[in-house]
């Protein structure tokens, strides 16, 4: 079974930080690309960040100069690093991760933390 634990959500205020973590445990063989993504109130789930396993990122304009995304292979771990954030990043943070099984590859989500930016 493989899973992916995330932590790292809660209330921030406008212009505040935040640091998301997403790790995958269970029978993984290694992960290719993890990314993050999120859904705000009656808004469709979008991408926010990405990272494939050689460290390339891909940042949405959105959000682009304000968080970062980074990883470590050997922790099969991501980190998105969230700045200056606004009303508009509230949301449901959700980890996605193609991972390695002893099959082939699967993709996994993680359960969701809530990032709530207000005063």
């Known amino acids: 079974q493989v899973q992916l634990v995330e932590s790292g959500g809660g209330t921030v205020q406008p212009g505040g930080s935040l640091t998301l973590s997403c790790a995958a445990s269970?029978?993984?063989?290694?992960?290719?690309?993890m990314g993050w993504f999120r859904r705000a109130p009656g808004k469709q789930r979008e991408l926010v960040a990405e990272i494939t396993r050689g460290g390339r990122s891909n940042i949405a304009d959105s959000v682009k100069g304000r968080f970062t995304i980074s990883r470590d292979n050997d922790k099969n771990t991501i980190w998105l690093q969230m700045n200056s954030l606004k009303p508009d990043d509230t949301a449901v943070y959700s980890c996605?991760?193609?991972?390695?099984?002893?099959?082939?590859?699967?993709?996994?989500w993680g359960q969701g933390t809530q990032v709530t930016v207000s005063s």
């Open positions: 269970g029978s993984v063989f290694g992960v290719n690309a």
């Open positions: 996605n991760a193609d991972v390695i099984v002893v099959w082939g590859t699967k993709s996994v």
